[in-house]
């Protein structure tokens, strides 16, 4: 295998165009090397915006690395490049599986199999997909019948376990304010979820008045930003707030997506609670 | 400042398509200081709800290490809030349409902000 990433990397060097980049960012992701494999899909995609592998590349790659938020738009850009792609259907699977959407995994299983009936790797992740059984941790790619190795699960007992940026700025309070899961660092490190949670029962119940009292209907987000970032407040549940923190440079409509899909993560956690 | 200057920057907010009204708030008592809003919205039932909002956010924001907050949106099902805290100590607020381009009342308030400065 070294060999072949020397040979491909020779040969990507003679001719920068050459679309050797895809193969030659896959061999380094499955040897793990995810800084190597991500610069070059990163610089191939430099060169390539509109092919679909790169982007499913990239994707693969960030998947990986459990960054699933970046992974999610890179395959969801490989769709809309080419609709029938199986690795990105296969891929977007995998993360709504991650986040305990059942359904939509499900249907992208379906139109990966519309699109490659033959493809083996399917039907273990429909087994996958219906038997429940937990995803694996960092090993996305395996989703499409690659070389299987050993995987970890996730964490069940993590509310958002499996979701980027799982262990900071995610965080799951009560309408007292208390914290029910996931964790809240400040720009310094501090452990500020406890503190802000507390605050956060105010403004919740603030929206609420608020929005009755001028006609607007029932509250179902609030955006802010700040100079060391924005964060997304929603409600998953009558009796629960999620608060999304993100640095400045993630804009808010990202954000209120991540919110979403954190959203039913929590749902699902708050119902095997009670 | 005069209220000309104020009149025009809430004009401009207003001007945007689907926002119902807008108004320059105190942001430490909830007092109306200038509006342009639509029949039925009261100016200062909204001005009272956003700087209480506003205040109760800050302190969050503070707790987490953000900073000020310098824009906020509250997405309601048959509207949203928007605000915008001016250096004054002022809020711009603007009520508006559920389906309103938040990007470009977002800017028309930073600009009115900057006129309330």
């Not at chain 2, 398509?17 to 039925?40: C, H, K, P």
Request: with cysteine; aromatic share 4%.
């Amino acid at each position: 295998m070294a060999d072949d990433v020397r040979s491909l990397s020779a040969e990507l060097a003679g001719d920068p165009q050459s679309l050797v980049f895809v193969r030659l960012g896959e061999l380094l992701r499955q040897r793990r090397q995810f800084d190597a494999a991500a610069r070059v899909a990163l610089h191939g995609l430099e060169r390539h915006p509109h092919l679909a592998d790169a982007h499913d590349l990239y994707a693969r790659i960030l998947a990986d690395q459990r960054d699933f938020e970046r992974a999610f738009d890179e395959w969801d850009m490989t769709l809309r490049i080419a609709p029938q792609h199986t690795g990105a259907l296969k891929g977007l699977a995998f993360l709504y599986f991650t986040v305990g959407d059942l359904a939509q995994a499900e249907r992208h299983l379906e139109a990966a199999r519309a699109a490659a009936p033959d493809d083996p790797s399917l039907e273990q992740a429909f087994l996958m997909i219906r038997g429940g059984a937990p995803p694996p941790a960092a090993r996305a790619a395996e989703v499409d019948g690659g070389a299987a190795e050993p995987v970890q699960a996730l964490p069940e007992a993590r509310v958002f376990a499996g979701l980027e940026g799982a262990n900071e700025g995610l965080l799951l309070l009560d309408s007292a304010g208390l914290v029910l899961g996931g964790a809240l660092r400040s720009p310094g490190g501090e452990d500020v979820a406890v503190a802000v949670a507390a605050y956060l029962a105010g403004v919740s119940q603030e929206a609420t008045r608020t929005a009755k009292l001028l006609g607007l209907g029932e509250w179902r987000g609030l955006a802010a930003e700040g100079p060391g970032g924005h964060i997304y407040l929603t409600l998953p549940a009558e009796d629960a707030m999620l608060l999304v923190v993100r640095e400045r440079a993630v804009p808010l409509g990202r954000l209120a997506m991540l919110a979403q899909r954190a959203g039913q993560a929590a749902r699902r956690w708050l119902e095997r609670q009670r | 400042m005069n209220a000309v200057a104020f009149g025009r920057a809430l004009e401009q907010v207003t001007q945007v398509r689907g926002v119902r009204g807008a108004m320059l708030v105190s942001g430490q008592d909830g007092l109306v200081v200038a509006e342009q809003l639509m029949e039925g919205l009261r100016g200062p039932a909204v001005a009272a709800l956003a700087a209480s909002l506003s205040s109760r956010l800050s302190r969050a924001m503070g707790a987490a290490g953000l900073g000020i907050g310098q824009f906020w949106h509250l997405q309601c099902e048959g509207g949203a809030l928007l605000v915008v805290p001016a250096a004054s100590g002022l809020l711009v607020v603007a009520v508006a349409d559920p389906e309103v381009n938040v990007g470009l009342v977002r800017l028309e308030l930073l600009r009115a902000a900057e006129v309330a400065r």
